[in-house]
C-alpha cells in the first residue's frame, strides 16, 4: 500500500469512527449503511495490504482517486467563481463520465486552460495566470497548477509500469486501488448526509469535517542551495 492509499485508509477509518460514535444523531438516514460499507472496505483493505507482494495496479487506481478529488474541487470553485466571471465555470466543466479516460481527458482540459506553454502569446500567459490567481484567492495552493501537471505526469508513468510490471501481487495491488475508490464513495455519502444532519450545529459540522478531511501529500523540501564562498 503506498503513501496516499495509506492516507484514504486513515480517512476511512477516522470516518467510520465517527459516524459509528456519533450514530445517533443520523439514525433517520442511510448513514449506517454507508458505514457498514466502509467498514467491510476497510477491512478488504487490511486483508489486500497483507497479501500484497507486488505490481503497481493500486498506485494508477489510486494516483486517479487524488485526480478526480482534485477535479471536483476544480470544478467546484469555477462554478463559484463563474457567479462572477461570465463563462469561467465553462472552462473547468465536470467529466461526461467518472471513468479513467474522462478524467485525464477532463485533467488535460484544465490543465490547457491553465498553464502556460511555450507557444502562448502575452494574452494567453496573461489569462491563464488570471485564472490560476482567481483559484488561489479561492483557497487553493499557489503551486496547484503546477501539481496537477505533476499528479497527471505520475498517472501516465503509473499506467507504464502498470503494463510492465510482474504478475506477482497484482490481484491483491489491484484491489487496494478498487476498494480505495469505493471507500471514497462511501464517505462522498456521509459527508453529504452529515452536512445535512449539522448543518444548524457548526460544533458538529466542524468536528465532522476534520474527521473526514484527507490529508495532502506532504510537500517534498527542496535541496539547500549550497552557500557560496
Not at 443520523?26 to 449506517?32: F, G, H, L
Not at 511555450?118 to 482567481?134: N, V
Request: net charge neutral; glycine share 6%.
Amino acid at each position: 500500500m503506498d503513501d496516499s492509499a495509506k492516507r484514504h485508509f486513515d480517512q476511512f477509518v477516522r470516518t467510520r469512527d465517527f459516524a459509528i460514535d456519533n450514530a445517533g444523531d443520523a439514525v433517520a438516514t442511510n448513514a449506517a449503511l454507508h458505514t457498514d460499507k466502509l467498514a467491510k472496505i476497510i477491512t478488504n483493505l487490511t486483508k489486500a495490504k497483507a497479501s500484497q507482494t507486488g505490481g503497481s495496479a493500486a498506485t494508477r487506481q489510486v494516483l486517479l482517486a487524488a485526480l478526480q478529488l482534485d477535479i471536483h474541487d476544480i470544478n467546484r470553485t469555477a462554478h463559484a467563481i463563474g457567479q462572477e466571471t461570465l463563462g469561467f465555470d465553462q472552462l473547468f466543466p465536470t467529466p461526461k463520465q467518472r471513468n479513467p479516460a474522462m478524467l485525464l481527458t477532463t485533467a488535460d482540459t484544465y490543465i490547457g486552460n491553465l498553464v502556460a506553454t511555450t507557444t502562448d502569446d502575452a494574452a494567453t500567459l496573461a489569462a491563464k495566470l488570471d485564472r490560476q490567481a482567481k483559484f488561489i484567492a479561492n483557497g487553493f495552493a499557489a503551486d496547484f497548477a503546477t501539481a496537477l501537471v505533476a499528479l497527471r505526469a505520475q498517472i501516465d508513468a503509473a499506467k507504464t509500469s502498470e503494463n510492465n510490471a510482474d504478475a506477482v501481487g497484482e490481484e491483491n495491488t489491484a484491489a487496494i486501488g478498487r476498494l480505495v475508490n469505493e471507500g471514497i464513495k462511501e464517505c462522498t455519502f456521509l459527508d453529504a448526509i452529515f452536512h445535512n444532519v449539522y448543518r444548524g450545529n457548526p460544533g458538529k459540522l466542524g468536528a465532522w469535517v476534520c474527521a473526514n478531511h484527507l490529508e495532502r501529500a506532504p510537500k517534498k523540501k527542496k535541496a539547500a542551495t549550497p552557500a557560496q564562498s
